[in-house]
């Protein structure tokens, strides 16, 4: 097995893992029972920050059996949902079981390549690996509207990546929550209980939560669903669909949250809203639920698309060495959730010892971490 020792300040191991989430985390099980030499750098402060710091009422729209990461069950009732504190904790105590050496608080400033090493520079010194993964998920840059400019200062907005609770809207207004996946719907019914909410809706379909008495996620592992692959025929199909929520409907959302729908949003002139079907509404406050779009700007390393997002096959970029991990549809329709990281980490895995062990030996052994 190639390895590197230490020198001087620059801190050398085999493999660095950028993001400790799910993803580095499932890749992290798999390395270590190889006994490969790594460890992972995250920016946060603990394992797990990521799902603590996301709004307070979050739950998973997937049931317990369905979040698990390799060697490790989600610990709960089987058809229960989650809430992100418990997918934290979880997150936590399969690092601490499985003795994954994470790095809490290394921001990553710079990733690129030296010849046959790359070197990572961060916040808290400069890392060398002979194979780098980049493992920050599908969830970077909040995609905001260009409407958003026509916004003036008298009214709260937000994107749904920093929205906690209601309180953060003064009084009880008037609230537009534009986007319609399960995070906009899970919001709107969140501020529903303090504030007057409308939703601004594009393409989306919705899904019951239970179908002949079954949960939806049952039928869709018994049909197979979550192994689709991005490059067949129904994966090609799937990827072209609206956005989907999962457990209500526009009906439910009126009823039972009395919650208003509104349509596309066109234009924002100061307070006042314009939408596509020409009426006007004017708002105390805004969230943009209109989710991300991918965002390396520390990635010195040729591997993106024109559009910025990776470019890889199965997580392969084209530069040696270089992986990535959790993105949206990586291979399979799973890939980015809790429950279908581990099929790609195990895969990603195979890809690293394969590489290395096709490497010219290089004496000494690795940087020791600690968890």
Not at 27 to 51: A, F, K, P, T
Not at 271 to 287: K, L, Q, S
């Amino acid at each position: 097995m190639t390895s590197f020792t230490q020198a001087h300040s620059t801190h050398r191991t085999d493999v660095v893992i950028i993001g400790g989430g799910q993803s580095g985390l499932a890749l992290g099980y798999y390395l270590s029972r190889r006994g490969q030499r790594y460890i992972i750098l995250d920016s946060g402060s603990e394992v797990g920050h990521m799902w603590r710091n996301r709004w307070e009422s979050l739950q998973l729209i997937t049931p317990c059996p369905y979040n698990n990461l390799p060697g490790q069950d989600f610990e709960g009732p089987a058809w229960s949902f989650p809430t992100k504190d418990q997918v934290a904790d979880y997150l936590a105590r399969y690092a601490q079981k499985f003795s994954i050496p994470v790095r809490t608080q290394h921001n990553v400033s710079s990733l690129r390549r030296e010849g046959d090493v790359y070197r990572i520079e961060t916040n808290q010194g400069v890392f060398e690996a002979l194979a780098v993964v980049i493992a920050t998920g599908p969830y970077h840059e909040p995609r905001i509207p260009d409407a958003a400019r026509g916004v003036d200062e008298r009214v709260v907005q937000m994107h749904s990546k920093n929205y906690r609770n209601p309180q953060q809207i003064p009084g009880s207004q008037d609230v537009l929550v534009v986007g319609c996946g399960n995070s906009g719907a899970g919001i709107a019914q969140d501020l529903a209980r303090v504030h007057q909410v409308h939703l601004a809706l594009g393409r989306t379909a919705w899904l019951r939560r239970r179908i002949f008495g079954r949960d939806l996620f049952w039928w869709s592992h018994l049909l197979g669903l979550p192994r689709v692959t991005a490059d067949s025929r129904l994966g090609s199909r799937m990827k072209q669909q609206p956005d989907e929520v999962i457990g209500t409907s526009p009906e439910r959302l009126a009823a039972e949250h009395g919650i208003k729908l509104q349509s596309r949003v066109m234009a924002v002139e100061g307070n006042e809203v314009h939408f596509a079907d020409g009426t006007r509404h004017r708002f105390g406050a805004i969230v943009w639920a209109t989710g991300y779009r991918p965002h390396y700007p520390w990635v010195q390393v040729p591997v993106f698309t024109e559009q910025g997002a990776p470019a890889h096959q199965r997580g392969v970029s084209n530069s040696p060495g270089l992986y990535f991990l959790g993105l949206k549809w990586q291979y399979h329709f799973d890939s980015s959730l809790l429950g279908g990281v581990g099929r790609d980490a195990e895969f990603i895995d195979q890809e690293i010892a394969s590489y290395l062990s096709n490497r010219v030996p290089q004496k000494a052994a690795s940087l020791e971490a600690t968890p």
